[in-house]
């Protein structure tokens, strides 16, 4: 009769002997892994909103043309005279 399990193969020769009993030198078995691939570096994509700010806590300044706001103003001032 010929009985194996898993790492342990018992084969009598004939019913006065013992039994060759085979058991692996480590009692946990050899799992082998493939090397983990290295991940390709992407670049994260930045939306055009994000690109002036920085800061989302930050007040945005504007620059203003003192000339252009002058004009507008008088512009502005003479026309609404025009109206009354």
Do not use: G, R
Request: with cysteine.
């Amino acid at each position: 009769m010929n009985i194996c399990a898993e790492h342990v193969c018992s084969i009598p020769i004939d019913e006065n002997s013992t039994p060759i009993i085979e058991v692996p030198a480590t009692p946990e078995p050899i799992v082998e892994e493939p090397a983990t691939p290295e991940q390709e570096q992407v670049a994260p994509e930045i939306d055009i909103e994000d690109a002036y700010f920085e800061d989302p806590n930050e007040i945005p300044t504007t620059d203003l043309n003192m000339t252009q706001f002058t004009q507008n103003v008088k512009n502005f001032v003479q026309n609404n005279m025009e109206l009354q």
